[in-house]
């Protein structure tokens, strides 16, 4: 019988008994008979079905993974998550994450105007929100207003005109100033299938030189005690671990530099995504080649 790979990708979430792919889930309902009560409903395809359960679990494991990895390396600090809304911006999927994320105060990450008033909306106050990708000056007032309201916002720049923003807007308008934080051009190149948003050649981020100037501007600006957060994204659908390893170094590295160079409430790596989704079908191509409990002891057993 074809599987079709599932015991690879299919993380115990689907089975296949008699012939029938089944949820693995309370009644372990197949797939087959899903489609045929919703034909029943005279409801056509094409259609998406969604099972909130799996987001549920999803979210659990990260954290279950992530508390367990603090705990064996006696690791003083804390793991903090935000789901990126551009991976999905129904409210089918942001209501169940933001519904079973906030016993962990799982927050939202927004790459757009659209997705930063998204985020406003839905985050509740005490879970945090990050602000990444091209911002104007309206985006970064709506940063503002949301620090405002009493979220936990942190604006990351990706270069040094977006600084010159935060400082306009600080001057400007007399609203309470959210968290900066900044993306690192790391030396290290990432791996997968959007390596070149990280590395030295990349768009993105301040260069070294960049980040001195970046510090020089907080502080004559009076702002650097906002400055709480570096941000770097290795790509999206890394393959080995040993990127990860390679990248968390050197964002370390940096990040010991900038607390000698008086960033005294810098505390947070935001080490973006690139947490890989196994969507290989055969045993011998393998998108993944390491586990979530890999990935979390790398992050905390590095970053300490
Ligand atoms: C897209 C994105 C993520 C998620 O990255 P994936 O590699 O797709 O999981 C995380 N952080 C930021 C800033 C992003 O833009």
Redesign the pocket.
């Known amino acids: 019988m074809k599987t079709y790979g599932i015991d690879i990708w299919g993380e115990n979430n689907y089975i296949i008994d008699q012939g029938k792919v089944k949820v693995n889930y309370k009644s372990s309902p197949s797939l087959l008979e899903i489609t045929q009560q919703v034909r029943k409903t005279n409801l056509r395809g094409p259609l998406i079905l969604r099972f909130p359960h799996l987001i549920g679990k999803q979210i659990d494991m990260l954290y279950s993974n992530f508390r367990r990895a603090i705990f064996e390396n006696d690791y003083n600090g804390k793991f903090h998550a935000v789901f990126?809304l551009?991976?999905n911006q129904f409210p089918e999927a942001v209501d169940a994450i933001v519904e079973h994320g906030e016993r962990y105060s799982y927050g939202l990450?927004a790459?757009s105007k659209a997705e930063l008033a998204l985020a406003m909306a839905k985050t509740p106050l005490g879970s945090p929100i990050t602000v990444?990708g091209f911002k104007d000056e309206e985006m970064v007032t709506l940063g503002f207003m949301a620090a405002h309201m009493g979220h936990e916002i942190t604006i990351t720049i990706e270069g040094l005109g977006e600084l010159e923003w935060i400082i306009d807007v600080a001057q400007q308008c007399n609203l309470k100033v959210p968290n900066v934080g900044i993306r690192v051009r790391l030396q290290s190149e990432g791996s997968g299938i959007w390596a070149k948003s990280s590395g030295l050649s990349a768009k993105f981020g301040l260069t070294s030189t960049e980040l001195i100037e970046a510090i020089a501007m907080l502080r004559e600006n009076n702002m650097l005690q906002h400055f709480t957060m570096i941000h770097f994204?290795v790509g999206?659908q890394m393959q080995e671990i040993a990127t990860l390893k390679r990248v968390l170094r050197e964002a370390g590295n940096i990040y010991a530099e900038l607390k000698k160079m008086g960033a005294d409430n810098l505390r947070a790596i935001n080490i973006?995504?690139?947490?890989a989704v196994e969507y290989s079908q055969h045993p011998s191509t393998r998108m993944r080649n390491y586990t979530l409990e890999e990935f979390s002891n790398s992050v905390v057993y590095l970053l300490r």
């Open positions: 990126p551009k991976v990450e790459g990444n994204h999206s973006g995504g690139g947490l």
